[in-house]
């Protein structure tokens, strides 16, 4: 990218960051909003050559990647998130920008992507995020999980099942959504319970946003 190209490129999406966070309520630093600018060109180049997300127009990434993802920020709750079937880092990257007092595990099966993740980590300086590459349903956390955040993932029962295990030592489950899934909510195993459905405003898109937050009884 041109050293013009890429100023102009760069003063357009923190313009739009910043409009984005003003409406979102998050007061973040000038480092942070830095921070999510070079992720967005960072994605922008990884996606000329690979196919990372189906979404290529840079203002289309930010209100449907970055600022998706951020709607997230002020329900988490804990310190140790794991987001799974992250795919380009989303929402775990942007969260973790957002949250650098929390800790963010990424995990994806596709290796391309998980590569991605970790040129991520280093070219932003993100300390507080890992990368792992796995499916999730075989993966063993180290450290005990507070939250599982997932989006565009399975229906909400095919995820319980996927990550039942994980569950079990207390950690809630983060579900992002389009419209009220009704239908999945009714379809949940006996042992999981809903703890709360929100809806998520998302600056610049026109569209419902849930999220559900799921627990063991």
């Known amino acids: 990218m041109p050293d013009e190209a890429g100023r102009e490129f760069a003063w357009s999406v923190d313009r739009q960051i910043r409009r984005g966070l003003k409406a979102l309520g998050l007061p973040l630093s000038g480092v942070q909003i830095d921070q999510l600018t070079a992720y967005v060109s960072l994605l922008d180049r990884w996606n000329s050559k690979f196919n990372l997300t189906a979404i290529r127009d840079p203002a289309t990434v930010v209100t449907r990647h970055i600022f998706d993802s951020l709607s997230l920020s002020y329900h988490l709750q804990g310190q140790h998130f794991a987001d799974i079937g992250s795919g380009a880092g989303l929402p775990g990257i942007p969260l973790a920008i957002a949250n650098p007092e929390r800790r963010f595990t990424l995990v994806d099966s596709n290796g391309k992507k998980t590569r991605f993740q970790f040129q991520a980590k280093a070219e932003l300086g993100l300390d507080n995020?890992?990368?792992?590459?796995?499916?999730?349903?075989?993966?063993?956390p180290e450290t005990v999980l507070d939250g599982i955040i997932?989006?565009?993932?399975?229906?909400?029962?095919?995820?319980?099942?996927?990550?039942?295990?994980?569950?079990?030592?207390?950690?809630?489950?983060?579900?992002m959504k389009g419209k009220e899934p009704l239908e999945e909510i009714g379809q949940l195993p006996e042992k999981v319970k809903v703890e709360n459905t929100v809806r998520l405003t998302v600056p610049g898109l026109g569209e419902a946003r849930h999220l559900v937050t799921l627990k063991l009884k």
Do not use: K, P
Not at 129 to 140: G, L
Not at 150 to 175: E, P
């Open 129 to 140: 995020i890992e990368t792992v590459n796995t499916r999730v349903q075989i993966w063993q």
């Open 150 to 175: 997932c989006r565009a993932y399975a229906s909400l029962s095919a995820l319980c099942q996927d990550v039942f295990h994980l569950m079990q030592s207390g950690a809630s489950i983060y579900a």
